[in-house]
């Protein structure tokens, strides 16, 4: 960590995570004693149903729904303060990264477009959380976490399965847009440009072929102008697209550029999982490594819009 985050730790953070730490004990105790004295009652109950009409699953039921029952009540005490670390941490981390943060969007910023341009896939039910807004190199950006699900049927039961989970990127982008250009990856394709069809209606998007075979190899280009997708997407933008695919450890990113109220918009679409957490609720508050893992997952998000908006003539070091 740098001096600022260092001393962000000593002076505010630690002693503040020291301070709640017998709050902490008392919901994990809490938690412990509901879910083991449910998991006992489900169990009795389960005995006593099975001493009525002897079946074998009755106090394995009892035991399950009892443990269950007791997670949910026994949990929501440190679900609370989870949630209110987490918060305090993302707020005064992005403070010093002179950002704004917000533990849900007030609007998902651009999500139908997201969708529209076949950045996401089809889901159920969504939620949203971390939401960061701020400014880089002239360019206002944002970016929160989705969480998309899709409900599924498997014989006569139905189930819940996550299709995205990670972080969309809405940035001004700092050169001149025109028409529609969208950087996807092989796999969805065909969903993908259905959507796109449906949206846009007489707008065709045409497969764009590019020189760089490593970009190639990751992403597939479709636009509305050859031309201006040939523009927006010059070797050094491409590199540094590449460069965000292996940050991001190879998690689907996807993107697009268009043109927003007048300006030239970059949306950025990546499955990188659950960040900006506040750790675990079992271990002691007061541990540094708790900021470590929030500040990596932010400062490489923000290194990344950075570089992309980077004009080239600045060069691709720093």
């Known amino acids: 960590m740098n001096e600022a985050f260092q001393g962000l730790w000593r002076e505010t953070l630690e002693p503040w995570l020291a301070s709640l730490e017998a709050e902490r004990k008392t919901s994990v105790s809490r938690f412990i004693a509901w879910t083991g004295g449910m998991a006992l009652i489900g169990l009795a109950a389960g005995v006593y149903f099975y001493t009525r009409e002897p079946e074998f699953m009755f106090p394995l039921i009892g035991t399950f729904f009892g443990l269950v029952g007791g ?39 651009r999500f139908a477009t997201f969708r529209a341009y076949g950045l996401l896939p089809s889901y159920t039910r969504c939620s949203f959380e971390d939401h960061f807004s701020g400014e880089r190199l002239g360019c206002d950006f944002e970016l929160y976490e989705a969480h998309l699900e899709e409900r599924r049927r498997s014989g006569k039961s139905t189930h819940w399965v996550t299709v995205f989970r990670g972080v969309l990127i809405r940035i001004n982008f700092p050169r001149k847009v025109e028409g529609v250009t969208v950087i996807t990856r092989d796999a969805g394709i065909f969903n993908g440009l259905a959507a796109l069809g449906r949206s846009f209606g007489s707008k065709k998007l045409e497969r764009v072929a590019l020189v760089d075979p490593e970009f190639e190899k990751a992403f597939e280009v479709y636009g509305t102008d050859q031309v201006l997708a ?43 999982g659950n960040q900006f957490e506040a750790g675990s609720m079992f271990k002691p508050l007061a541990d540094e490594a708790r900021i470590k893992t929030i500040i990596d997952d932010l400062t490489r998000v923000i290194d990344i819009i950075e570089n992309l908006v980077k004009p080239p003539e600045l060069g691709e070091g720093g």
């Open 230 to 272: 040939r523009y927006m997407l010059d070797p050094a933008f491409m590199e540094r697209l590449v460069r965000l695919e292996k940050a991001l450890k190879g998690k689907n990113v996807r993107a697009a550029f268009d043109e927003h109220s007048g300006e030239g918009e970059l949306l950025i679409a990546a499955e990188t």
């Open 71 to 109: 997670m949910l009540i026994g949990g929501r005490r440190m679900e609370r303060l989870r949630k209110s670390i987490k918060a305090e941490l993302n707020s005064k981390i992005a403070e010093v990264c002179q950002l704004n943060y917000a533990l849900a969007p007030p609007e998902p910023a």
